[in-house]
């Protein structure tokens, strides 16, 4: 992904809008994320059986370092925090980026349309190569980064 120092907020929108990102963390487990060119996002959680729709933007302050911003429903829940949605919560880019381990073009999972292809697994991480091993989309990806 991007060094968040070296390129511009515009630069940084331009590697997430209209793709998919696959993250990994160890208190998430894999997430998957459409972010629609007209800033909605997608997010397909763990244990979900729906896609959760929000909003993402990318934020740059002068001599700040570049954030990702996401707000979702007030109805979500984020389990790792304990928060409730409803309001914007940013992170900086360098960190989004770290947990990204694969960008995509384009929404191969159809999560624009609020489906999700199957519930992922609770605690656990998954390449992306797992994940549509377990959808029944046989779409062949076009990868824009894909981290080992």
């Known amino acids: 992904m991007f060094n968040s120092d070296k390129y511009s907020a515009v630069d940084i929108r331009d590697s997430f809008r209209g793709n998919t990102v696959l993250f990994n963390d160890s208190s998430h487990g894999t997430q998957i994320e459409y972010f629609a060119p007209d800033g909605r996002a997608y997010l397909w959680y763990p244990g979900n059986t729906r896609a959760v729709q929000g909003l993402w933007k990318v934020q740059k302050e002068p001599k700040k370092v570049a954030q990702i ?33 694969a960008v995509v073009a384009g ?35 076009k990868y824009l980064y894909k981290r080992r």
């Open 69 to 101: 911003c996401f707000m979702y429903p007030q109805s979500s829940y984020n389990p790792t925090t304990k928060q409730r949605g409803g309001k914007w919560e940013c992170n900086f880019h360098v960190i989004v980026s770290d947990t990204a381990k």
């Open 107 to 141: 929404d191969p999972f159809s999560l624009g349309t609020g489906r999700i292809p199957v519930p992922l697994p609770k605690e656990r991480t998954l390449s992306l190569d797992q994940v549509v091993a377990m959808t029944p989309s046989d779409e062949n990806l």
